[in-house]
Protein backbone atom coordinates (compact mmCIF):
# COMPACT_ATOMS: atom_id res chain seq x y z
CA UNK A 1 0.00 0.00 0.00
CA UNK A 2 1.46 3.59 -0.75
CA UNK A 3 1.95 5.76 2.18
CA UNK A 4 0.17 8.79 2.96
CA UNK A 5 0.48 11.88 0.34
CA UNK A 6 2.04 9.63 -2.43
CA UNK A 7 1.04 8.64 -5.75
CA UNK A 8 0.62 5.29 -7.67
CA UNK A 9 -0.57 3.62 -11.18
CA UNK A 10 -3.90 2.54 -11.35
CA UNK A 11 -4.39 -1.20 -11.52
CA UNK A 12 -4.79 -0.65 -15.64
CA UNK A 13 -0.92 -1.25 -15.62
CA UNK A 14 0.02 -3.53 -13.10
CA UNK A 15 3.27 -2.34 -11.94
CA UNK A 16 3.29 -0.51 -8.96
CA UNK A 17 4.51 3.03 -9.01
CA UNK A 18 5.04 5.34 -6.17
CA UNK A 19 6.00 9.11 -6.56
CA UNK A 20 6.96 11.50 -4.16
CA UNK A 21 4.81 14.15 -3.02
CA UNK A 22 4.55 17.46 -4.68
CA UNK A 23 7.14 19.46 -2.64
CA UNK A 24 9.57 17.15 -4.15
CA UNK A 25 9.40 18.70 -7.45
CA UNK A 26 7.58 19.06 -10.80
CA UNK A 27 5.41 16.02 -11.06
CA UNK A 28 7.47 14.71 -14.29
CA UNK A 29 10.46 14.97 -12.58
CA UNK A 30 9.22 12.95 -9.82
CA UNK A 31 7.52 10.48 -12.55
CA UNK A 32 10.85 10.30 -14.24
CA UNK A 33 12.51 8.95 -10.81
CA UNK A 34 9.59 6.71 -9.49
CA UNK A 35 10.02 4.48 -13.27
CA UNK A 36 14.03 5.02 -12.59
CA UNK A 37 13.72 3.41 -9.49
CA UNK A 38 11.15 0.63 -10.82
CA UNK A 39 13.97 -0.34 -12.99
CA UNK A 40 16.73 -0.26 -10.60
CA UNK A 41 15.05 -1.95 -8.35
CA UNK A 42 14.25 -4.75 -10.67
CA UNK A 43 10.03 -4.54 -11.16
CA UNK A 44 10.26 -3.25 -14.34
CA UNK A 45 12.54 -5.88 -16.18
CA UNK A 46 14.69 -5.81 -18.91
CA UNK A 47 12.96 -5.98 -22.08
CA UNK A 48 9.72 -4.96 -20.35
CA UNK A 49 6.76 -3.21 -22.62
CA UNK A 50 5.68 0.64 -20.89
CA UNK A 51 2.25 1.53 -21.49
CA UNK A 52 1.60 4.72 -23.96
CA UNK A 53 1.87 8.09 -22.49
CA UNK A 54 -1.92 9.17 -22.83
CA UNK A 55 -2.49 5.53 -20.48
CA UNK A 56 -0.45 6.40 -18.14
CA UNK A 57 -0.93 10.22 -17.81
CA UNK A 58 -4.98 8.94 -17.66
CA UNK A 59 -3.84 6.96 -14.70
CA UNK A 60 -2.12 9.45 -13.24
CA UNK A 61 -4.87 12.12 -13.85
CA UNK A 62 -1.74 14.54 -15.32
CA UNK A 63 -1.35 15.61 -19.20
CA UNK A 64 0.37 13.45 -21.59
CA UNK A 65 3.21 16.13 -21.56
CA UNK A 66 4.21 15.14 -17.80
CA UNK A 67 4.63 10.88 -19.33
CA UNK A 68 6.41 11.79 -22.90
CA UNK A 69 9.03 14.71 -20.60
CA UNK A 70 10.05 11.34 -18.20
CA UNK A 71 10.16 9.34 -20.73
CA UNK A 72 12.28 11.14 -22.94
CA UNK A 73 14.78 11.85 -19.49
CA UNK A 74 14.92 8.01 -19.14
CA UNK A 75 15.57 7.60 -23.07
CA UNK A 76 18.35 9.89 -22.68
CA UNK A 77 19.79 8.44 -19.67
CA UNK A 78 19.90 4.87 -21.05
CA UNK A 79 17.34 3.27 -19.26
CA UNK A 80 14.89 3.60 -21.54
CA UNK A 81 14.45 2.58 -25.55
CA UNK A 82 12.15 4.36 -27.86
CA UNK A 83 11.72 3.14 -31.60
CA UNK A 84 9.43 5.18 -34.10
CA UNK A 85 6.39 3.09 -35.02
CA UNK A 86 7.20 0.31 -31.95
CA UNK A 87 6.24 1.11 -28.04
CA UNK A 88 8.75 2.76 -25.19
CA UNK A 89 10.83 0.21 -23.54
CA UNK A 90 13.02 -0.90 -20.68
CA UNK A 91 16.53 -0.76 -22.04
CA UNK A 92 17.61 -4.56 -22.27
CA UNK A 93 21.10 -3.57 -20.49
CA UNK A 94 20.32 -1.43 -17.73
CA UNK A 95 22.17 -0.55 -15.01
CA UNK A 96 24.73 -2.57 -13.05
CA UNK A 97 28.64 -2.70 -14.44
CA UNK A 98 30.21 -6.07 -15.29
CA UNK A 99 31.94 -7.44 -12.68
CA UNK A 100 33.52 -11.07 -12.72
CA UNK A 101 32.06 -11.99 -15.93
CA UNK A 102 28.51 -11.02 -14.79
CA UNK A 103 26.08 -8.34 -14.45
CA UNK A 104 24.35 -7.00 -11.16
CA UNK A 105 20.95 -8.29 -10.63
CA UNK A 106 22.13 -11.53 -12.11
CA UNK A 107 21.96 -10.92 -15.59
CA UNK A 108 24.37 -13.36 -17.87
CA UNK A 109 27.25 -11.11 -19.29
CA UNK A 110 27.25 -11.19 -23.43
CA UNK A 111 30.99 -10.80 -24.82
CA UNK A 112 31.27 -8.35 -27.22
CA UNK A 113 32.55 -11.07 -29.43
CA UNK A 114 31.07 -14.18 -29.36
CA UNK A 115 34.12 -17.45 -30.49
CA UNK A 116 31.66 -20.41 -29.37
CA UNK A 117 31.80 -22.94 -32.16
CA UNK A 118 29.44 -24.44 -33.74
CA UNK A 119 26.92 -21.36 -32.98
CA UNK A 120 26.41 -18.92 -36.03
CA UNK A 121 26.18 -15.15 -36.02
CA UNK A 122 22.19 -14.55 -35.01
CA UNK A 123 22.09 -11.40 -35.74
CA UNK A 124 22.41 -12.17 -39.16
CA UNK A 125 19.17 -13.78 -39.20
CA UNK A 126 16.63 -12.92 -41.29
CA UNK A 127 13.74 -12.05 -39.21
CA UNK A 128 11.32 -10.64 -41.52
CA UNK A 129 12.13 -13.35 -44.54
CA UNK A 130 11.29 -15.86 -41.72
CA UNK A 131 8.34 -13.93 -40.23
CA UNK A 132 6.72 -13.73 -43.96
CA UNK A 133 7.35 -17.52 -44.74
CA UNK A 134 5.56 -18.47 -41.57
CA UNK A 135 3.11 -16.36 -42.31
CA UNK A 136 2.58 -17.75 -45.56
CA UNK A 137 2.70 -21.37 -44.73
CA UNK A 138 0.12 -21.21 -41.94
CA UNK A 139 -2.27 -19.35 -44.57
CA UNK A 140 -2.27 -22.35 -46.60
CA UNK A 141 -2.41 -25.12 -44.16
CA UNK A 142 -5.80 -27.26 -44.08
CA UNK A 143 -7.71 -27.71 -40.93
CA UNK A 144 -6.54 -31.42 -40.74
CA UNK A 145 -2.68 -30.00 -40.85
CA UNK A 146 -3.40 -28.01 -37.82
CA UNK A 147 -4.16 -30.87 -35.82
CA UNK A 148 -1.54 -33.49 -34.57
CA UNK A 149 0.83 -34.13 -37.99
CA UNK A 150 1.39 -37.48 -39.02
CA UNK A 151 4.33 -39.18 -37.25
CA UNK A 152 6.41 -39.46 -40.44
CA UNK A 153 6.11 -35.48 -41.15
CA UNK A 154 3.54 -33.85 -42.95
CA UNK A 155 2.45 -35.51 -46.69
CA UNK A 156 3.19 -32.67 -48.02
CA UNK A 157 6.67 -32.11 -46.81
CA UNK A 158 7.70 -35.43 -47.56
CA UNK A 159 6.51 -34.80 -51.11
CA UNK A 160 8.35 -31.61 -51.83
CA UNK A 161 11.39 -33.51 -50.06
CA UNK A 162 10.66 -37.14 -52.28
CA UNK A 163 10.54 -34.17 -55.77
CA UNK A 164 13.95 -32.29 -54.08
CA UNK A 165 15.74 -35.73 -53.71
CA UNK A 166 14.80 -36.98 -57.75
CA UNK A 167 15.56 -34.10 -59.12
CA UNK A 168 18.56 -32.88 -57.54
CA UNK A 169 19.89 -36.13 -56.07
CA UNK A 170 19.02 -38.63 -58.97
CA UNK A 171 17.29 -40.54 -56.19
CA UNK A 172 14.06 -43.05 -56.38
CA UNK A 173 12.13 -42.44 -53.47
CA UNK A 174 8.34 -42.49 -52.77
CA UNK A 175 6.76 -39.76 -50.10
CA UNK A 176 6.06 -42.82 -47.78
CA UNK A 177 9.12 -44.00 -47.88
CA UNK A 178 10.78 -40.57 -45.78
CA UNK A 179 10.54 -39.67 -42.41
CA UNK A 180 10.85 -36.41 -41.23
CA UNK A 181 12.67 -35.70 -37.71
CA UNK A 182 13.15 -32.89 -35.79
CA UNK A 183 16.68 -33.13 -35.20
CA UNK A 184 19.88 -35.48 -34.93
CA UNK A 185 18.58 -37.17 -31.70
CA UNK A 186 15.08 -37.76 -32.69
CA UNK A 187 16.35 -39.37 -35.74
CA UNK A 188 18.86 -41.74 -33.74
CA UNK A 189 16.35 -42.27 -31.42
CA UNK A 190 13.32 -43.92 -34.19
CA UNK A 191 16.70 -45.44 -35.70
CA UNK A 192 17.33 -47.63 -32.20
CA UNK A 193 13.33 -48.05 -32.10
CA UNK A 194 13.24 -49.68 -35.41
CA UNK A 195 16.76 -51.78 -34.50
CA UNK A 196 15.28 -52.70 -31.10
CA UNK A 197 11.63 -53.71 -33.17
CA UNK A 198 13.79 -56.00 -35.28
CA UNK A 199 15.61 -57.71 -32.86
CA UNK A 200 18.79 -55.78 -32.88
CA UNK A 201 20.47 -55.17 -29.24
CA UNK A 202 23.69 -53.60 -29.92
CA UNK A 203 24.80 -50.87 -32.30
CA UNK A 204 28.40 -49.44 -33.20
CA UNK A 205 28.76 -46.24 -33.74
CA UNK A 206 25.92 -43.99 -31.22
CA UNK A 207 26.79 -40.79 -29.55
CA UNK A 208 28.32 -41.37 -26.03
CA UNK A 209 25.39 -39.89 -23.61
CA UNK A 210 25.70 -42.53 -20.88
CA UNK A 211 22.17 -40.68 -19.64
CA UNK A 212 20.14 -41.39 -22.43
CA UNK A 213 18.38 -44.18 -22.77
CA UNK A 214 18.61 -45.49 -26.69
CA UNK A 215 15.36 -47.55 -26.71
CA UNK A 216 16.69 -50.56 -25.55
CA UNK A 217 19.72 -50.98 -27.82
CA UNK A 218 23.49 -50.75 -25.91
CA UNK A 219 26.15 -48.88 -27.65
CA UNK A 220 29.39 -50.36 -28.49
CA UNK A 221 32.50 -48.33 -27.23
CA UNK A 222 35.31 -47.87 -28.71
CA UNK A 223 38.28 -50.83 -28.39
CA UNK A 224 35.49 -53.14 -27.98
CA UNK A 225 36.01 -56.63 -29.76
CA UNK A 226 33.49 -57.05 -31.96
CA UNK A 227 32.04 -60.55 -32.51
CA UNK A 228 30.77 -60.19 -35.88
CA UNK A 229 28.51 -63.82 -35.73
CA UNK A 230 26.09 -62.52 -32.60
CA UNK A 231 26.13 -66.13 -31.53
CA UNK A 232 29.88 -66.59 -31.02
CA UNK A 233 29.94 -64.97 -27.95
CA UNK A 234 33.13 -67.17 -26.59
CA UNK A 235 35.81 -64.86 -28.05
CA UNK A 236 34.32 -62.15 -25.14
CA UNK A 237 33.45 -59.32 -27.43
CA UNK A 238 30.60 -57.69 -27.83
CA UNK A 239 27.85 -59.05 -30.54
CA UNK A 240 26.37 -56.47 -32.92
CA UNK A 241 22.97 -57.61 -33.37
Known amino acids: M ?3 GREQTGPAWGTFLELEPPSEGPLHARLARALRTAVTSGRLAAGSTL ?11 CSRWVVTEAYAQLVAEGYFEARS ?37 LRA ?10 RAATTEL ?3 ELGYPDAAGL ?9 YLARGRGARVEPGQLVVCAGTLDAVLRLC ?3 RAAGHTHVDGLPALPS ?3 GGIRRVGLGDPVVRDPTDIRKGGTPTG
Open 125 to 134: FPRKRWADMV
Open 2 to 4: PSA
Open 155 to 163: PRLRRQLAA
Open 142 to 144: TWD
Open 51 to 61: PASRVLAADLR
Open 212 to 214: LDF
Open 85 to 121: GSATRVRARTGGSVRGGAREGGDRWTPRYDLLPGVPD
Open 193 to 195: RGL
